[in-house]
């Protein structure tokens, strides 16, 4: 017999089914192959998960209405890990299987699979690693097959893609696969080169949407085939199959693209940990800043820490300096428009007269989101209904974005100013007042209409939003942080801990002897943290803040969001783990309301158990109105 995951996506439903399987069939059905079935009455699709010779079902057992393919493409390892995510999220096996297998091409099936590369690796020099403490060690516990667990907050220009090359190839040299994580296409186009460098053709692949079902589905054939031992991807790579798998890699774990958007909604990096967890093998979480998470892996001894030596710092970092919350702006009437203070307006222009670009980081895209008054930055609201008054141009009149009221003559009702000025620039004013700042010097912006992957080492003003600064060819001369405080403020738990990993992100791209001008406090905690390149002490810092909150990952929390009454419906369903603090109801979009459910870490699966319990019942009677349940959800407030 044979037992087959449906894809049912009904929680009561969530557990394998047994078919018989016919003579036929017998050679071909082999644990890991695409399946077709028949349940309640109809044609579905399913994977075999094992074979067995008895089943505990007591009733009479359907066959197998056919085998689709005899390609095996669900290893058993990650068959293991689908289950154990699933628990972890309060989800069904079926929709984490649909995550981890892409759909099927059946040419790319029939084509035949290039040339496995012969020969062994070249020895990797181990240079790159000894700037960190524990480095070279690490290296040569992943090449002797050893488990090694480490966050590695690498140091400010870095070759980061080399670095995870390096980690990738002795982990193949002692026999072992590897799966990398990286956030975006960007990230994935420069590892997929330093992986080529330094593993040579053909013993890696890229799994990315951008290459095209069929292009990605024969790349994902090749790993699930074993014919590449390395495989780098984006966040749908998490669940990629190789051989004997040895190290698992995320870099910038961060970032909010790691979070799925589908159910069962898991964090790529959770998969990650879970995978090396249950694997046995090695992980290396990377990045320039350190999440609450990462740090307290290193808390509980489950990981370890590679970081820079001081010396290597010292050498590394650009001069990073704060300008206050008000600063003197520079009395170049074109600087003082850009709102750049004296410091950053003469660190800019010393960088373009030496022949180098300059970055310029802005919160948010566009153009004006939000106006203030331009003498005592009181917000600018609609004398008619007190909405926001917003500017779409640098010469149009200011309108009300609840309303659409025009305010041609607005004056402050707190001093009488006419004059408004911007709350959060965009990206474009941005660059048209550096325009007028710096007169015949190139402008250059990068943000969601277009995202530059690299520029060359001339003289340039590059304005970027976080996550889309280019890499430039000799590193920029100055980066210059603006509006640091729409990020401060924003009211959401990880707000710090996201302005310090965005920071940290545009400051490592300046040259060891540029400057960064982050325009703050210095006294803040986050811009202490960038002066001396600590994100150690910082993550250490908002990890006792949490602590003391019960905040995640200290505590776990669930989401539950729906209508007021199916949400309660679904409440008085469960049966939550003593201890479990609901917090709530809040207003949620579309006339729904939720709810938090926290509960300490040791306690997480039972919720999770509970909460998945809970929606087999209303599954199993047929309840009308749904019920999104989440656990870990990225946003709290």
Known sequence: MARVCVEVPLPHLDRP??????????????????????????????????????????????????????????????????????????????????????????????????????????????????????????????????????????????????????????????????????????????????????????????????????????????????????????????????????????????????????????????????????????????????????????????????????????????????????????????????????????????????????????????????????????????????GPLGVAGARDVPTCRWCGRASADYSCPACGGRRLRASITGARRTAEELGRAFPGVTIRTSGRDEVLTTIPAEPAVVVATPGAEPVADEGFGCVLLLDTWALLTRSDLRAAEETMRRWLNAAALARPDGSVIVVADGSLATVQALLRWDPGWFAERELAERRELRFPPIARMAGVTGTADAVADFLRAARLPDGTEVLGPVPAPEDQERFLLRVSRGKAGELAHALHEAAAVRSARKAAQPVRLQMDPGTLF
């Open 17 to 386: 089914f047994d078919y018989l399987v016919a003579a036929g069939d017998d050679e071909a059905a082999q644990p890991g192959v695409r399946v077709r079935v028949r349940f309640a009455g109809q044609l579905m699709s399913g994977l075999l998960l094992e074979r067995a010779e008895t089943s505990a079902h007591e009733g009479k057992l359907a066959f197998l209405d056919r085998v689709v393919s005899a390609e095996r493409i669900l290893d058993p390892e990650v068959a293991r890990l689908a289950r154990a995510v699933a628990d972890r999220y309060a989800g069904n096996l079926s929709d984490v299987l649909r995550l981890a297998v892409p759909p099927r091409h059946a040419r790319v099936e029939s084509q035949t699979p290039p040339p496995t590369p012969e020969g062994d690796i070249a020895a990797v020099a181990e240079q790159g690693w000894d700037g960190y403490v524990a480095g070279a060690a690490f290296l040569r516990a992943l090449e002797d097959g050893r488990v090694a667990r480490a966050v590695w907050s690498a140091s400010p220009g870095e070759d980061w893609p080399g670095r995870i090359a390096e980690a990738a190839a002795v982990t193949v040299r002692g026999g072992r696969g590897v799966v990398v994580l990286v956030a975006d296409a960007r990230d994935l186009e420069r590892v997929d080169l330093a992986m080529t460098r330094v593993l040579g053709e053909g013993r890696h692949v890229a799994l990315n949407a951008a290459a095209g079902p069929a292009e990605r589905y024969r790349r994902f054939l090749a790993a699930s085939r074993h014919q590449v031992p390395v495989v780098v991807g984006t966040r749908a790579a998490m669940f990629a199959p190789v051989a004997e798998i040895g190290l698992v890699v995320i870099w910038d774990d961060g970032d909010d693209l790691y979070a799925e958007p589908r159910a069962p909604y898991p964090h790529a990096r959770e998969v990650l940990l879970t995978r090396a967890q249950l694997a046995g093998c090695s992980a290396l979480i990377g990045g320039f800043a350190r999440t609450g998470e990462s740090q307290l892996l290193l808390e509980t001894g489950w990981a370890k820490e590679i970081i820079a030596s001081r010396d290597v710092l010292r050498q590394r970092v650009a001069r990073i300096q704060p300008t206050g919350d008000d600063p003197q702006l520079a009395r170049d009437p074109g600087a003082a428009t850009a709102r750049l203070p004296s410091l950053g307006w003469q660190a800019a222009r010393a960088a373009l007269q030496g022949g180098h670009p300059v970055l310029v980081q802005v919160p948010r895209r566009g153009y004006l989101p939000s106006t203030a008054c331009a003498e005592c930055r009181t917000p600018a609201r609609c004398p008619h209904c007190s």
